[in-house]
């Protein structure tokens, strides 16, 4: 397991991933978040990570000119890895 001087980061960006992108009537946030951000606690508790729903979408702030993404950072690479793949199942809609 190879530990990160500083904490491991990862970003998933919705146009990197065609299945995503191409489906903008889904609520990815609300997905992420689930009833009472247990859906989150529980990516961030089995995976040892925090996870941040970042961008425009995600902000009050009128001037945020991020696009939506998933911000995730841990102590070692395998742990956001984990994360980023327990995140793209849950967003990554059915064929």
Excluded: W, Y
């Excluded at 500083?6 to 903008?24: E, K, L, V």
């Excluded at 961030?44 to 945020?64: F, H, L, Q, Y």
Aim: hydrophobic share 35%.
């Amino acid at each position: 397991m190879r530990t990160c001087r500083r904490p491991c980061r990862a970003s998933i960006h919705a146009q990197n991933h065609d299945s995503i992108s191409g489906t903008p009537e889904m609520n990815f946030i609300g997905m992420l978040l689930g009833p009472r951000g247990v859906v989150l606690k529980m990516i961030e508790n089995d995976s040892g990570t925090k996870v941040a729903i970042r961008g425009k979408p995600a902000t009050r702030d009128v001037n945020d000119s991020d696009e939506l993404h998933v911000l995730i950072r841990g102590p070692s690479e395998e742990a956001v890895e984990k994360a980023a793949g327990m995140v793209l199942s849950i967003i990554t809609p059915p064929s």
